[in-house]
């Protein structure tokens, strides 16, 4: 007669779960020796952007300027945001308004052509 008092089935090695029982995936905070929190591990150390045009001492920015302009616009055609470029807010604004009216005398696409 078998043993009713049986220990249950130990869980697969191969998934590496995560907080809450979630996977890890790539880029997880798994805290293995490489991540965050691992004995040997580097410091995650990110650098505070700075906006370009404060730096440069750029006052005006052009819709004129295509080549400058197209540092902030992605591949599909989209503004980058602020937290992506550094770019600070007053700077922002110009930017978005000078892609805009580039956008609209056909200097720079709306979108991707597919």
Avoid: W
């Avoid at 869980?11 to 996977?23: M, N, Q, V, Y």
């Avoid at 991540?35 to 404060?54: E, H, L, T």
């Avoid at 992506?84 to 009216?101: F, N």
Wanted: charged share 30%; aromatic share 6%; net charge positive.
């Amino acid at each position: 007669m078998p043993d009713e008092t049986t220990t249950p089935a130990p869980r697969s090695e191969s998934r590496s779960d995560g907080p809450a029982g979630r996977p890890a995936g790539p880029g997880g905070r798994s805290g293995g020796p490489g991540g965050p929190g691992g004995p040997g591990g580097r410091k995650f150390f990110r650098r505070k952007k700075v906006c370009k045009f404060c730096t440069e001492k750029i006052d005006a920015i052009s819709y004129r300027d295509v080549r400058l302009l197209q540092g902030f616009v992605a591949e599909r055609g989209k503004i980058v945001p602020r937290r992506l470029t550094g770019v600070c807010p007053e700077h922002q604004r110009r930017l978005s308004r000078a892609i805009k009216q580039a956008r609209n005398i056909a200097l720079l696409p709306f979108a991707a052509g597919f």
